[in-house]
């Protein structure tokens, strides 16, 4: 079934207040300090759809950093770069079932490799497979491939919020460092650390988001010319891990309320699609006990219900 875009336009503003309400009971994350000040109530989205409808409602203009959200993106640089067996050598393709910044299993699995690309191991991992002649090169050309997808060379890094976690990510620093022992990291700790945090604070509002969706939608084309912008395969594999391990610990909840493949970021943003159909941009700051927006989570299952979004 086709997404009615006319009858979405007129519900669309109540469901988002609606959902809105479920904000109270969720906290903006503080542990990078630059995100911490994100207005609690905050709730906005863009849908773009194949066909060229778009639409929007709430704060879709805010802007807020990718997080977690870059993991994709910077998987398929690192595909594009290394291919498919340069990468899975040194990152797994299973959800872990730990938190989205545990080390439990880099110590208790051998060989130490990080279990998928969507857990901060794994993305850091990612993050040095980025080909370029160093950290400033690789950052610019996932920047690059990020404003090519979202059709938008002014997005940049919110160097405040870059700063902010780089000065205090003790956590993921141990993290490469316990790749590093393991050989699963060619590059040192902080040039590579440097990768991973430019593209989490790299800055979008929810129709950049949208348009970037809609290319994962549209198998890695441009959704206007019709051009390849990220090989098919590629897109295949990385929609197969928002699906699997997109939305931290609660990817088989999301699954089954939603099914939809999408990938959420601490900031609160989450970037869905719906296959060959809509690509979605959405924003709200607060997070529920798994990490991901309680007021976004809300909003897309009511919007899947109601259009029959699931893809099972
Ligand atoms: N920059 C964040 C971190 O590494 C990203 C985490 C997230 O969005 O889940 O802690």
């Given at each position: 079934m086709?997404?009615?875009?006319?009858?979405?336009?007129?519900?669309?503003?109540?469901?988002?207040?609606e959902s809105r309400q479920l904000a109270e009971?969720?906290?903006?994350?503080?542990?990078?300090?630059?995100?911490?000040?994100?207005?609690?109530?905050?709730?906005g989205i863009s849908l773009h759809?194949?066909?060229?409808?778009?639409?929007?409602?709430?704060?879709?203009g805010a802007a807020f950093t990718l997080q977690s959200i870059s993991k994709v993106f910077s998987l398929l640089l690192a595909l594009m770069d290394r291919g498919e067996q340069g990468v899975f050598e040194k990152v797994g393709m299973?959800?872990?079932?730990?938190?989205?910044?545990?080390?439990?299993?880099?110590?208790?699995?051998?060989?130490?490799?990080?279990?998928?690309?969507?857990?901060?191991?794994?993305?850091?991992?990612?993050?040095?497979?980025i080909r370029g002649d160093g950290p400033a090169e690789k950052s610019a050309r996932l920047l690059d491939l990020i404003r090519t997808v979202a059709g938008d060379a002014t997005i940049g890094w919110n160097e405040e919020v870059y700063r902010s976690e780089s000065a205090t990510a003790h956590r993921n620093r141990s993290l490469a460092y316990f790749l590093k022992d393991n050989a699963v990291l060619d590059d040192e700790v902080e040039?590579?650390?440097?990768?991973?945090?430019r593209q989490c604070a790299i800055e979008v509002n929810c129709g950049q988001l949208a348009r970037m969706g809609l290319v994962l939608a549209s198998g890695g084309k441009d959704p206007r010319s019709g051009s390849e912008l990220?090989?098919?395969?590629?897109?295949?594999?990385?929609?197969?891990?928002?699906?699997?391990?997109?939305?931290?610990?609660?990817?088989?909840?999301?699954?089954i309320?939603?099914?939809?493949?999408?990938?959420?970021?601490?900031?609160?943003?989450?970037?869905?699609?719906?296959?060959?159909?809509?690509?979605?941009?959405?924003?709200?700051p607060a997070l529920n006990d798994k990490g991901n927006s309680v007021a976004g989570v809300h909003l897309l299952q009511t919007l899947s219900r109601q259009y029959d979004w699931s893809m099972f």
């Amino acid at each position: 079934m086709h997404t009615d875009f006319a009858h979405l336009q007129k519900r669309l503003p109540a469901w988002l207040e609606e959902s809105r309400q479920l904000a109270e009971h969720g906290k903006v994350a503080g542990y990078i300090p630059g995100l911490a000040r994100a207005p609690l109530r905050r709730l906005g989205i863009s849908l773009h759809s194949i066909t060229g409808e778009q639409l929007a409602a709430g704060e879709c203009g805010a802007a807020f950093t990718l997080q977690s959200i870059s993991k994709v993106f910077s998987l398929l640089l690192a595909l594009m770069d290394r291919g498919e067996q340069g990468v899975f050598e040194k990152v797994g393709m299973e959800p872990t079932g730990d938190d989205f910044n545990s080390m439990l299993k880099l110590e208790l699995v051998e060989p130490g490799k990080p279990f998928n690309p969507l857990i901060n191991a794994g993305a850091i991992a990612v993050a040095s497979l980025i080909r370029g002649d160093g950290p400033a090169e690789k950052s610019a050309r996932l920047l690059d491939l990020i404003r090519t997808v979202a059709g938008d060379a002014t997005i940049g890094w919110n160097e405040e919020v870059y700063r902010s976690e780089s000065a205090t990510a003790h956590r993921n620093r141990s993290l490469a460092y316990f790749l590093k022992d393991n050989a699963v990291l060619d590059d040192e700790v902080e040039p590579t650390l440097e990768v991973y945090f430019r593209q989490c604070a790299i800055e979008v509002n929810c129709g950049q988001l949208a348009r970037m969706g809609l290319v994962l939608a549209s198998g890695g084309k441009d959704p206007r010319s019709g051009s390849e912008l990220i090989p098919r395969r590629y897109v295949q594999i990385a929609k197969t891990f928002m699906i699997t391990c997109g939305m931290y610990n609660a990817s088989g909840e999301f699954a089954i309320q939603v099914g939809i493949p999408a990938k959420s970021g601490v900031s609160g943003g989450i970037l869905a699609l719906v296959p060959g159909e809509l690509g979605i941009g959405l924003v709200g700051p607060a997070l529920n006990d798994k990490g991901n927006s309680v007021a976004g989570v809300h909003l897309l299952q009511t919007l899947s219900r109601q259009y029959d979004w699931s893809m099972f």
